[in-house]
Structure formats: structure tokens, C-alpha cells
């Protein structure tokens, strides 16, 4: 089992920045893929970035490439999002997942989930 807790959301003006941090306890943090979805309201959740256990690998959608940037802490079984140039598209809740089943971009792909956090940029 692996406990995840976002933190680091809030109210951002358009061209701002904002960390995102994902907390982890339970076991085998360091061997899980870990990535970051969001969520805006009447969509489905959408994935963001995602990072390999050892964090020599990541991957990113599109619109988020050039802007965010997906790191980890093994030492500190934490993976964090940090996000530039933010705009108001980029409003959502951002969930951090964990996942054993290999690397990818599905949902499908992580078992575990945090409660998310809100993130909101204004024009």
C-alpha cells in the first residue's frame, strides 16, 4: 500500500508559477512510476507528466512540455510538479498517482491515488 498526499495548490494569476508537492508513505515508494493528472471540471482526468522509479526518465503531454517539470526524492519518498508560465487552461485538481504496471499515461496504469489538489490560474 502506498498513501499519497497532495499539497502545494492554489490561486495563481496567468504567467505565474506554482510547486506541487506529492507526499508518500507505505512501502516501495522508490519502486514505483509516479505521475501527476488533472482533472477540470466536466472532463475526464487527463495526464500531466510522469517519472520513472529511479527519475532519469520522465515523460510529458504536450502542453505542458517547455513549462513543467516533473521531479522525485527517494530520500524523501516525495515526487514533486513544478509549473511555469501557468495559464488559465491549466486550471484543474491535480491528483499524484503510483503505479507498479510498468510506464505509461492511462490512469489505468497507477493503482494508487491522492485526494488532489486545486489549482486555479486567473486571466
Known amino acids: 500500500q502506498v498513501q499519497l498526499v497532495e499539497s502545494g495548490g492554489g490561486l495563481v494569476q496567468a504567467g505565474g508559477s506554482l510547486r506541487l508537492s506529492c507526499a508518500a508513505s507505505?512501502?516501495?515508494?522508490?519502486?514505483?512510476?509516479m505521475a501527476w493528472f488533472r482533472q477540470a471540471p466536466g472532463t475526464e482526468r487527463a495526464f500531466v507528466a510522469l517519472?520513472?522509479?529511479?527519475?532519469?526518465?520522465?515523460y510529458y503531454v504536450d502542453s505542458a512540455k517547455g513549462r513543467f517539470t516533473i521531479s522525485r526524492d527517494n530520500t524523501k519518498d516525495a515526487v514533486y510538479l513544478e509549473m511555469n508560465n501557468l495559464k488559465p487552461e491549466d486550471t484543474a485538481v491535480y491528483y499524484c498517482a503510483a503505479g507498479l504496471r510498468g510506464i505509461g499515461a492511462s490512469p489505468t496504469s497507477y493503482t494508487y491515488w491522492g485526494q488532489g489538489t486545486q489549482v486555479t490560474v486567473s486571466s
Open positions: 507505505g512501502r516501495s515508494f522508490s519502486s514505483h512510476t
Open positions: 517519472i520513472n522509479w529511479s527519475g532519469d526518465w520522465t
